[in-house]
């Protein structure tokens, strides 16, 4: 069955630094929606993938599994990205103007004399 993406990021940024806090400040949300999305995650497979007896951020043997499953897909499709991505070059394109920068008005003009009345 498919993962929700963010669910998913939330627990590799986790599962990968095993530290809540520090995984929430480098995904961007703040600690709590990182517990939830785990939280959601775990209640969706129907299996703890972390050990909260444990007196440090654990990963159980599902979340370890998980989280492998998860690397692999996240390289495959950075992979795909990277093969779609266009070659760099094309047409170049030309400058507007006469390559000079824009006269302003009432300003002399370099070059050019003034016509007398």
Do not use: C, W
Request: proline share 6%; no cysteine; charged share 25%.
């Amino acid at each position: 069955m498919p993962l929700n993406s963010e669910l998913q990021r939330h627990f590799v940024a986790a599962a990968e630094q095993l530290h809540f806090a520090h995984a929430a400040r480098s995904e961007g949300v703040s600690r709590a929606t990182l517990v939830a999305s785990i939280k959601e995650l775990e209640a969706e497979l129907g299996y703890p993938l972390f050990d909260y007896t444990a007196p440090t951020t654990t990963l159980t043997a599902a979340g370890e599994a998980l989280l492998e499953k998860a690397q692999i897909e996240r390289a495959k499709s950075a992979a795909n990205a990277a093969a779609t991505v266009a070659p760099p070059g094309g047409k170049a394109k030309a400058s507007k103007g006469k390559g000079r920068t824009p006269a302003v008005k009432g300003a002399p003009r370099v070059g050019k004399r003034r016509q007398s009345r």
